[in-house]
C-alpha cells in the first residue's frame, strides 16, 4: 500500500511529491505523458522568482531529479477512476490498479480549441498549441496567434524571432497579457495586432494559407499565413474524477487553500483546482500544501498538518 499516490507529474504534483517524501512516506506519481506539465512549451518563464530567465523545461528537469532523489517514483500509466474503500483508495490506470492510503489530484489543465471546423485535422500540420515547440517548423514565414493572454504573447515573442511576420488575432481591443510582455512583442516591429476579431475559418485545403477572422463591425478578413498558434486559454484535466470529488460548473475541482476535496483523503493542486490566480508559482504552493496535507492524512496526523511550522 503505497502512502501518497500522486496523479500528474506538472510542477504541482513534483512539488507535492518533495513534500511528501520529506515527512518520510512512500510516494508515486502517475504520469500520463511526460514529466514536466504545462510549462514545458514556455521558452522564458519570466516570473520564477530568483532566476526570471530559466526555461519551463530546464527548471521542470530540476525539480523532477529533486523528487526523483528524495526517492518519489514516477510511473507512466494513464488514469481511468478512483474509487474511495475509506481506508484506502483505487485507482485504476490502463495498467492495473494502485492501492494508497492518500490521493492528491494535480493533473493540470489542457489547451483549448477554438472550436472551429477542421481544427483537428490540421493539428500539428499547420495547427499549433505551442509556439517554442513547433515555431522552428515556420521559419522565414508568416503565423497567427490567437488569444491575448500570457500565453498567446510568449508564443508571440518567441515566433517573432523565427518568423518573418506574427498576426495577434484577440477578440476584444484589450490584452489580459502582461503589459511589460505586451510592450515587449509590440517592439519586435514584425507583429501585427488584429483587435475585436475571431476567427471564423481556416483556409487551406492541403495545408493550412490562413485564417478568416471576423471583427465586432461584422467585416470579414483573410489574413494569409502558414501557420496558426491557439493560445486562447485551457480546460480543466479532469474527466475521470467527475462524480468522485465536487466540480465547479468548467469541471475545476473545488478546494480551499488547505487544497482538500468533498472526499476524505483526496487533495488537488495545481491549476485543476477552483482559484483566481493560476501560475506555476501558485502550482508550487498548492502541490506544498497537499502533500504535506496528504502525508499527514496518510499517517493518519491530518489534524496538526495546518498548524504553522
Ligand atoms: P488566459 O489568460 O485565460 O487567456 C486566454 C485568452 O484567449 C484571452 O485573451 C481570451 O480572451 C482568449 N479567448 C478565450 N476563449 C476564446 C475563444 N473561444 N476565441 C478567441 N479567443 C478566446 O489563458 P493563457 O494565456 O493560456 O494563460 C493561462 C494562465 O497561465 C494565466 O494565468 C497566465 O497568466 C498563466 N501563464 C503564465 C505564464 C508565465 O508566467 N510564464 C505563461 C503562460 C501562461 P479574453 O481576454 O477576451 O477573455
Known amino acids: 500500500m503505497i502512502d501518497v499516490l500522486i496523479i500528474g507529474a506538472g510542477m504541482a504534483g513534483l512539488t507535492a511529491a518533495i513534500y511528501a517524501r520529506r515527512a518520510n512516506k512512500s510516494v508515486v506519481i502517475l504520469e500520463e505523458k511526460t514529466y514536466g506539465g504545462q510549462i514545458l512549451s514556455t521558452f522564458t518563464v519570466g516570473n520564477w522568482p530568483g ?5 519551463g523545461p530546464d527548471l521542470m528537469k530540476k525539480i523532477y531529479h529533486h523528487a526523483n532523489n528524495l526517492g518519489a517514483e514516477i510511473r507512466y500509466e494513464k488514469v481511468i477512476a478512483v474509487r474511495d474503500f475509506e481506508d484506502y483508495k483505487e485507482v485504476e490506470t490502463d ?12 493533473t493540470g489543465a ?20 505551442c509556439g517554442t515547440c513547433d515555431g522552428a517548423l515556420y521559419a522565414g514565414r508568416d503565423v497567427i496567434v490567437v488569444g491575448g493572454g500570457n500565453s498567446a504573447f510568449y508564443n508571440a515573442l518567441y515566433l517573432a524571432d523565427v518568423c518573418s511576420k506574427v498576426y495577434i488575432v484577440h477578440r476584444r481591443d484589450e490584452f489580459r497579457a502582461d503589459a511589460m510582455l505586451v510592450d515587449k512583442v509590440r517592439a519586435k516591429g514584425n507583429v501585427e495586432f488584429v483587435m475585436s476579431s475571431w476567427p471564423v475559418e481556416i483556409l487551406g485545403d ?7 477572422v471576423e471583427g465586432v463591425d461584422g467585416v470579414r478578413r483573410e489574413i494569409l499565413a502558414s501557420g496558426i498558434f491557439v493560445a486562447v486559454g485551457k480546460e480543466p484535466a479532469t474527466e475521470a474524477f467527475r462524480g468522485f470529488v465536487k466540480m465547479d460548473e468548467a469541471g475545476y475541482i473545488i478546494a480551499g487553500e488547505e ?35 496528504a502525508a499527514a492524512y496518510a ?11
Open 95 to 106: 495498467e492495473g490498479v494502485v492501492s494508497a492510503r492518500a490521493v492528491i489530484i494535480a
Open 259 to 293: 487544497c482538500m476535496t468533498s472526499r476524505d483523503g483526496v487533495f488537488v493542486a495545481g491549476d485543476c483546482r477552483t482559484k483566481c490566480m493560476k501560475q506555476l508559482i501558485t502550482a508550487a504552493a498548492d502541490g506544498a500544501v497537499a502533500g504535506n496535507a
Open 110 to 129: 489542457i489547451d483549448r480549441p477554438l472550436g472551429l471546423p477542421r481544427e483537428a485535422e490540421f493539428f500539428g500540420r499547420g495547427i499549433s498549441y
Open 51 to 55: 532566476d526570471p530567465d530559466v526555461s
Open 206 to 212: 492541403e495545408k493550412i494559407e490562413g485564417l478568416v
Open 299 to 309: 499517517g493518519k496526523t491530518l489534524a496538526a498538518a495546518c498548524v504553522d511550522e
